[in-house]
């Protein structure tokens, strides 16, 4: 049977017994006027004969014979009660068991897809030399983040000068670089390695600790980077984090650096020392969440309607919580509150 046909056990929506070829009930001959198709899209035919089952709450099996996409999909039953007709299942039950079944077909055929990708990894590493235009062979795809992880962990491990990279604009995609196991960063800094990140105003990241590391933001910015001594770089493929590109091409990784330092230049410098917490009765539970708010990068519109305040309510709010923290700019301001631990 083909992907997302109905499976061969349980009863069909409805409640009625299983039908068609695999169950005790009433079975079906091909009709010669029915051309075969994928039982999940009804054909003409069907439909006229389900919404007479429906309609009368039976249908006559010779009239079903027309349409054995009914039975095949448990659309129509075996009649208990009389041999010769067909019952209906409930449209509100069946519609949801048929969109199942499409994605169960979905999900195989991804995980089929998945496999054959990591089945031809090594292949392609083999082969990367083996022919003319062979620096394919220097991307490689790595599908989940676990996997990506460690293909980072092992690029900082092998690195000695320098790591740039771009802060992701989710900040729980950021698990790549080893925050909860400082000692890999500690052993990257003893080997006198430094550090360059480019982020939004409101996703900052916090310090690494032991690390020399130089922060700047620009309002926008791709997805996510992270480039190792310029000889390595990993760049997403998929918005979600799970799936991303291991650049060990030369030409590929001076582009993409090539790309960081002009942004780099055009980016404004944040201050890199510690920034002092704000005495708890400077800033009040109102700024606190607005605060909040910043840090998810909301404009001031959007704080107002989220905390059902006018606009410029919202934004004396703002300019109060930016005195506060010393800030002389928006962008500044989602950094200072970073750091700050405002928000522990």
């Known amino acids: 049977m083909q992907d997302g046909a109905v499976r061969e056990t349980g009863a069909p929506a409805g409640g009625g017994p299983a039908t068609g070829t695999h169950g005790g009930g009433a079975t079906h001959m091909r009709h010669e006027g029915h051309e075969d198709h994928d039982h999940t899209v009804l054909c003409e035919a069907g439909r006229e004969a389900y919404a007479r089952a429906l309609t009368e709450g039976r249908v006559p099996c010779a009239e079903a014979a027309h349409a054995p996409c009914l039975v095949d999909s448990g659309l129509l039953y075996a009649d208990p009660d009389d041999a010769s007709s067909l019952r209906p299942s409930t449209p509100l039950i069946a519609l949801p068991r048929l969109l199942d079944e499409i994605e169960e077909s979905i999900a195989r055929h991804r995980g089929r897809a998945s496999r054959l990708a990591t089945a ?177 990068g909301l404009t001031d519109t959007e704080i107002a309607g989220r905390l059902d305040m006018n606009v410029r309510t919202a934004r004396e709010h703002i300019a109060r919580l930016a005195a506060v923290l010393g800030s002389n700019s928006r962008a500044q301001l989602g950094f200072l509150i970073s750091r700050s631990g405002l928000l522990d």
């Open 120 to 296: 031809f990894e090594p292949f392609l590493r083999l082969g990367a030399g083996t022919e003319p235009g062979a620096a394919a062979g220097q991307v490689t795809v790595l599908k989940g983040v676990p996997r990506i992880r460690r293909a980072v962990w092992q690029a900082l491990a092998d690195a000695s000068d320098e790591v740039i990279g771009i802060q992701p604009a989710n900040p729980r995609q950021d698990r790549l670089l080893p925050r909860e196991e400082p000692w890999r960063m500690a052993e990257f800094a003893a080997r006198g390695g430094s550090m360059r990140t480019l982020a939004l105003p409101h996703t900052t990241p916090g310090p690494l600790p032991g690390v020399d590391c130089e922060v700047r933001t620009l309002d926008e910015l791709p997805p996510c980077l992270l480039v190792f001594d310029r000889d390595v770089a990993f760049i997403p493929a998929a918005e979600d984090g799970r799936v991303a590109f291991e650049l060990r091409s030369p030409a590929l990784v001076t582009y993409v650096v090539t790309a960081f330092d002009i942004l780099w230049r055009l980016a404004t410098p944040l201050h890199r020392e510690d920034v002092p917490r704000p005495p708890d009765q400077a800033v009040g539970p109102v700024q606190r969440d607005i605060a909040s708010l910043l840090t998810e």
